[in-house]
């Protein structure tokens, strides 16, 4: 599966963006769903995942309770829904795809295909 992740932008603290990852072909049937990040001088880091059989959501405490993944119904496009957004959520995002993640979401050799990242730079 190939996957396009857009929707990054910069915005002030406080602000909201939603980013997408869309599968370039077909849908993303299937497959589990991640989404990560990486800041200047960090490791890549989770932040959130979805499940495809259940709809189960999992989230970075860091991010708990401002930001939300979702995916539509065609299963074709999957979101992050990004509120209240902080100076250190600033980072290159990336979106994942595995058939199967178990228990391992929090991991990035969990996912075996990758989008290109997408930048979101928050202002303080």
């Known amino acids: 599966v190939q996957l396009q992740a857009s929707g990054g932008g910069l915005v002030q603290t406080g602000g909201s963006l939603r980013l997408s990852c869309a599968a370039s072909?077909?849908?993303?049937?299937?497959?589990?769903m991640g989404w990560f990040r990486r800041a200047p001088g960090k490791e890549r880091e989770f932040v959130a995942a979805i499940r495809w059989s259940s709809g189960a959501t999992y989230y970075a405490d860091s991010v708990k309770g401002r930001f939300t993944i979702s995916r539509d119904s065609a299963k074709t496009t999957v979101y992050l829904q990004m509120n209240s957004l902080k100076p250190e959520d600033t980072a290159v995002y990336y979106c994942a795809a595995d058939p199967y993640i178990g228990t391992s979401y929090r991991y990035t050799g969990s996912y075996n295909y990758w989008g290109q990242g997408t930048q979101v730079t928050v202002s303080s």
């Open positions: 072909e077909g849908t993303f049937r299937g497959y589990d």
